[in-house]
């Protein structure tokens, strides 16, 4: 079993920047690949990037491109997307994800899941 629990979610102002961070215990993290989804309520969780299990391959939702950056570091068993440039559609609980495969993460299938963190963008 892996835990996951996200974190930094926030309040902020349309232009502005937040990290978010997810915390994995239980399983060594390295043995994953990770992801960060989002929803909005009504709606099915989308993808907005994920990361390869070394952290040499990444990839990102056109919405996100130029603005967001996965990264991970192994040793500290910990996922983070930073954003940038934010915008009110950007509002969204965003989900950490893991799983053993990044294709799965994209579709929404992760083994792993955290409870979510909050992010609200003002205009």
């Known amino acids: 079993q892996v835990q996951l629990v996200e974190s930094g979610g926030r309040l902020v102002q349309a232009g502005g920047s937040l990290r978010l961070s997810c915390v994995a215990s239980g399983r060594t993290l390295s043995n994953y690949a990770m992801g960060w989804l989002r929803r909005t309520p009504g709606k099915e969780p989308e993808i907005v990037a994920t990361i390869s299990r070394s952290g040499s391959v990444t990839d990102y939702a056109d919405f996100v491109k130029g603005r967001f950056t996965i990264s991970r570091d192994n040793a500290k068993n910990t996922v983070y997307l930073q954003m940038n440039a934010l915008n009110p559609e950007d509002t969204a609980v965003y989900y950490c994800?893991?799983?053993?495969?990044?294709?799965?993460?994209?579709?929404?299938?992760?083994?792993?899941w955290g409870q979510g963190t909050q992010v609200t963008v003002s205009s």
């Open positions: 994800a893991a799983d053993g495969s990044r294709q799965d993460i994209s579709a929404g299938r992760a083994d792993y």
